[in-house]
């Protein structure tokens, strides 16, 4: 598949739990082209009444949710910290005729949520033990006594770790399915279950990087939330940024990129961007620490939210996982996309680990690239979008 294909949706198609189902998917997703294996044991397993309300809390494209739609009248909640699921799960609604049946939220759902409102959750595991666990709290205190929760998801992802978490919390949550390395486990909500409401983990941070310190806000989940990873640093110490120019952080994260850039172009602007609901939220918060009025943070798949705008400079640590394992697809759009959307001679500048080709890759589409720095264990490189041949930018 090529880079030009990246931002195209797909119709795939299938039975899940004996039933046709249709749905969108494209890369950037962590599963997409194919039924994801807990989903499958969930679909296997569950039980769903005629008026049942179902909250979804990790939704992928949308397989649950059609199910739900289809055997309940009831309230049905999608919720996703990926923009791209939430987009997906809208889709696959849509083309299979239940359109409207759902609320499809970006995030975990908790502020459209109250306590004991729902029959039915579904957890399929989210990478990150600290994430998994604040979910599966989060969908105890929203069932209702009685309630069901079902929790998939693989071995190799730690799910018997969060099952017996949950077997803790609910009094058992016993095994009902596996298969293919994945787990499925059913709890029950008893009466005498107390819960407060899941707190805010947002949390602030320091890190000291060119010659200041800095302050953040972070959460679990987030790429190296807990502390500056060294990449990054080093992206920051190497990263050239003028007073007035104009600066895309491509994958922002909790925001320090952005707002190191924002102080350096105080007569230019700053647009942050990213797919996570909380890595923008966290963004959000960290530039509330500062006085930056020409710095934004906004929701965009690699550059397709700041698409038709040019910058000066382009800084990004590009992801290289979703979910459990190791994706570079993504990563790679980062580069082919930076070139579109700097103006000519706007410069890129990129950290990434050094066992990864971004050097031939950068060079390939830019046509030129510079090593600033190289500890063998992370690159920086920098390079420079030339005019186009006859003048045109």
């Not at 929790?151 to 009902?176: D, H, Q, S, T």
């Not at 290289?320 to 994706?327: L, M, P, S």
């Amino acid at each position: 598949m090529g880079v030009t294909d990246y931002y195209v949706w797909r119709t795939f198609e299938d039975r899940l739990a004996g039933e046709p189902m249709r749905w969108a998917g494209k890369p950037g997703l962590e599963i997409w082209s194919h039924i994801d294996p807990g989903v499958a044991l969930i679909a296997q397993v569950m039980e769903i009444g005629p008026q049942d309300h179902v909250l979804d809390l990790n939704c992928g494209v949308g397989w649950l949710g059609v199910l739900a739609a289809r055997r309940t009248s009831g309230r049905i909640l999608l919720a996703s910290d990926h923009g791209l699921a939430v987009e997906a799960a809208r889709r696959t609604m849509a083309m299979n005729d239940l359109e409207g049946r759902a609320h499809i939220v970006h995030g975990d759902g908790l502020p459209f949520l109250e306590p004991g409102a729902f029959n039915v959750v579904f957890l399929n595991l989210p990478k990150g033990k600290e994430v998994a666990r604040r979910l599966l709290r989060l969908a105890a205190w929203a069932l209702k006594p009685g309630g069901r929760l079902y929790l998939a998801g693989p071995k190799r992802g730690g799910v018997e770790g969060l099952i017996a978490e949950a077997g803790r919390l609910f009094g058992r949550a016993p095994v009902w399915a596996y298969g293919s390395g994945y787990r499925v486990a059913v709890a029950v909500r008893p009466a005498d279950l107390a819960l407060d409401p899941p707190g805010d983990d947002f949390v602030e941070r320091e890190a000291t990087v060119r010659g200041r310190t800095w302050r953040f806000v972070t959460r679990p989940g987030l790429f190296s939330w807990s502390a500056l990873d060294e990449g990054t640093r080093r992206l920051i110490e190497h990263m050239e940024i003028g007073p007035r120019d104009h600066v895309l952080d491509l994958g922002c994260g909790y925001g320090i990129v952005g707002v190191v850039a924002g102080h350096e172009a105080r007569e230019g602007r700053v647009v942050m961007v990213d797919i996570s609901a909380s890595a923008l939220e966290a963004s959000r918060r960290t530039l509330s620490l500062y006085a930056l009025p020409h710095c934004e943070v906004r929701l965009s798949d690699v550059i397709d939210g700041v698409r038709g705008e040019r910058f000066d400079v382009v800084v990004t640590n590009p992801p290289i996982h979703q979910g459990f394992g190791v994706e570079r697809e993504v990563a790679m759009q980062f580069v082919h996309d930076a070139v579109h959307v700097l103006r000519p001679g706007g410069r890129l500048y990129l950290v990434g680990a050094v066992v990864l080709p971004y050097r031939a890759i950068i060079e390939r589409v830019f046509g030129n690239v510079e090593v600033l720095f190289d500890d063998r264990h992370y690159r920086v490189y920098r390079a420079v979008r030339r005019p186009r041949r006859g003048g045109a930018g």
